[in-house]
């Protein structure tokens, strides 16, 4: 089991990244602020960079997992900039959460 802290401002999102990854085993907190959220206690951050600046929580410790929606190729881009770990697509965030975040469980 790990620390997931999940910065997702979008309610529908946050309730679907929470119960995925409690359903696979994980503990869970969700935040909208990263100044808020326990970044230094987390295993995994899980972070929507089209609404949390990817500067704020790139290289801060845990490896990040960034999501975007697939219509928006910049922020794509400024995530990858900034240094977030692995950055997917909405869609993809559905159908393989749990896999992605054992893959940076596994890197880190």
């Known amino acids: 089991m790990a620390?997931?802290?999940?910065?997702?401002?979008?309610?529908m999102l946050a309730s679907r990244v929470e119960a995925t990854l409690t359903g696979a085993g994980h503990d869970v907190?969700?935040?909208?602020?990263?100044?808020?959220?326990?970044?230094?206690e987390a295993?995994?951050?899980?972070?929507?960079?089209g609404d949390v600046d990817p500067g704020l929580v790139a290289g801060?410790?845990?490896?990040?997992l960034g999501v975007y929606r697939h219509t928006d190729p910049d922020t794509?881009?400024?995530?990858?900039a900034a240094g977030v770990e692995l950055v997917v697509p909405r869609s993809r965030l559905?159908?393989?959460?749990?896999?992605l975040v054992d893959r940076?469980?596994?890197a880190d």
Do not use: C, F, Q, W
């Open 29 to 40: 907190v969700l935040s909208s602020d990263p100044a808020v959220g326990p970044l230094d």
């Open 94 to 99: 559905a159908r393989e959460l749990p896999e």
């Open 43 to 49: 295993d995994v951050v899980v972070a929507d960079v």
């Open 104 to 106: 940076l469980l596994e």
């Open 3 to 11: 620390r997931i802290v999940a910065l997702v401002p979008d309610l």
């Open 60 to 64: 801060k410790g845990p490896p990040v």
């Open 76 to 80: 794509r881009a400024r995530a990858e």
